[in-house]
């Protein structure tokens, strides 16, 4: 019935989307009994829908390209629907307990004083605008990790993850051999400071978009690469290697450093976590590493390795202080601290990124439009900016501990998948304005998926979902 009810969504959405600009007055009501079976599918069905919005934020430049469809309204649809549909089941399991990271807790700390900042700034529609575009992202971890959904639910969100990052990493392939299409490229070419427009930037707007994404499901597919058995490690293993050829690719040296963070982060968990076998660790490990040379060597060779001038920016992470745009950056990040140092309470939300780009520039923090943390600094003030620091380090730390120690494997391999992209993204925050982006959503959905595995009791302990992933792990 779900299935049913979301094609019947989507065809009175593409309906009203292709009516509207003929001027038909009835349009718009054809929304209203889309949204209704598209909220009760959305609700029967989480795992599709939290599957549909990896979608959505892996081909959102496809989308605004190629259909009329609203991908950010899609995404903000799904996720209502979401919450809905799962504070209603909470209603109906009031006494299923929830435990409580510390980072969540100190996570949702955050979230409350930015929304309250919003709330009483000068200009509360801005705020509430720029919480809308990071913040209520963000809060797709909340989800995740508290909603009453048994396992199945989650390792079918981690099935359909896999694919999803093999559909987008064979459109960047494709586009690497071909070249993008010119719409792509006119679409690049519009991409904010700082991206590498002309690089590949396959299904997403632009090449930095690409590699923000890329850089959760690198850790992620190479954690459950690493975990599972079957067919399904054979899907993790070709996820692997095509993000991991996508993110090279794209040339953005951030969201390389960042993925290869997660990654090694990820390999030293799962040497570490009691969950599996010690002959099977070792195997695992050095396999992998074996395996991760070989294929980041043949894309390197294929992406970065075809250019002198790449090759040699390259080069200059290891000399940094060689980098003219690392010794600007330094630069930025000065004048943001004496920004901040004179505001210590921020500038208000709104007041950078894209909600501030819609307004007359600001001579003064335009320069500062740097980083996801100069983000948070400027507007909310040096002593959010710690504590926001703070609580993603701590649930890393969480994350980390958690997989280590436990005792179940179907938990530690979701949990290293989710501390490897937590490192990720936190790391790829340094370079840009990310956290407001879409594709930040899959990340965000990804370490919930890792903090669910802990946030409540096994509902059968030492068991698995899938038979296969269990089959030579637990020998």
């Not at 979401?82 to 909470?90: D, E, M, R, Y």
């Not at 586009?175 to 006119?186: F, L, M, Q, S, V």
């Not at 390259?314 to 600007?328: G, M």
């Not at 436990?406 to 938990?411: A, E, G, M």
Request: overall charge negative; aromatic content about 10%.
């Amino acid at each position: 019935m779900a299935p049913f009810l979301g094609f019947l969504a989507l065809a009175g959405i593409l309906a009203a989307a292709v009516l509207v600009p003929t001027g038909a007055d009835y349009a718009p009501a054809l929304l209203v009994p889309a949204a209704l079976a598209g909220g009760i599918a959305v609700a029967s069905r989480p795992d599709f829908a939290v599957v549909g919005l990896l979608f959505l934020t892996g081909f959102q430049g496809t989308i605004l390209l190629y259909t009329p469809l609203p991908g950010r309204a899609f995404v903000d649809f799904i996720l209502a629907a979401l919450w809905l549909g799962a504070f209603w089941a909470t209603l109906n399991y009031k006494n299923r307990p929830v435990w409580l990271l510390p980072g969540i807790v100190a996570l949702g700390v955050y979230v409350v004083i930015s929304g309250l900042g919003a709330v009483f700034s000068e200009n509360p529609g801005d705020g509430i605008a720029s919480l809308h575009l990071s913040v209520w992202l963000m809060a797709a971890t909340f989800l995740l990790a508290l909603a009453p959904w048994g396992s199945v639910t989650y390792w079918n969100i981690a099935k359909g993850a896999l694919i999803v990052a093999i559909l987008v990493g064979l459109y960047a392939l494709f586009r690497t051999i071909t070249g993008p299409a010119d719409a792509e490229r006119e679409l690049a070419l519009r991409g904010k400071p700082g991206f590498l427009a002309l690089k590949t930037s396959g299904s997403l707007p632009s090449a930095g978009h690409l590699a923000s994404w890329c850089t959760a499901f690198v850790p992620f597919t190479l954690a459950l690469s690493l975990t599972m058995s079957g067919r399904w490690r054979w899907v993790a293993v070709i996820a692997f290697g095509l993000t991991l050829f996508a993110v090279l690719a794209t040339e953005v040296r951030t969201g390389i450093v960042a993925a290869a963070a997660g990654a090694l982060l990820v390999i030293v968990l799962l040497a570490a976590t009691r969950s599996f076998p010690g002959p099977v660790k070792a195997t695992r490990v050095a396999i992998t590493l074996l395996g991760a040379l070989i294929l980041g060597s043949a894309a390197y060779v294929t992406t970065i390795g075809t250019s002198d001038e790449s090759s040699a920016r390259f080069e200059r992470i290891l000399n940094p202080e060689n980098d003219f745009a690392f010794s600007t950056r330094l630069v930025r990040w000065e004048e943001a601290f004496e920004v901040m140092g004179d505001n210590p309470f921020g500038q208000g939300l709104g007041t950078l990124g894209s909600v501030a780009a819609e307004k007359p520039l600001d001579p003064d923090l335009t320069r500062q439009l740097d980083s996801s943390y100069i983000k948070v600094g400027v507007e909310q003030g040096p002593w959010v900016l710690a504590f926001f620091v703070f609580s993603l380090v701590l649930l890393l730390l969480n994350l980390c501990w958690r997989s280590i120690t436990t005792s179940d494997p179907t938990r530690a391999a979701l949990g290293i998948a989710g501390a490897g992209v937590l490192l990720g993204v936190a790391v790829s925050f340094y370079a840009n304005t990310y956290i407001e982006e879409p594709q930040i959503l899959a990340g965000w959905i990804l370490v919930g998926l890792g903090v669910a595995q802990f946030s409540k009791p096994p509902e059968s302990p030492g068991a698995s979902p899938d038979d296969e992933f269990s089959e030579e792990t637990q020998k």
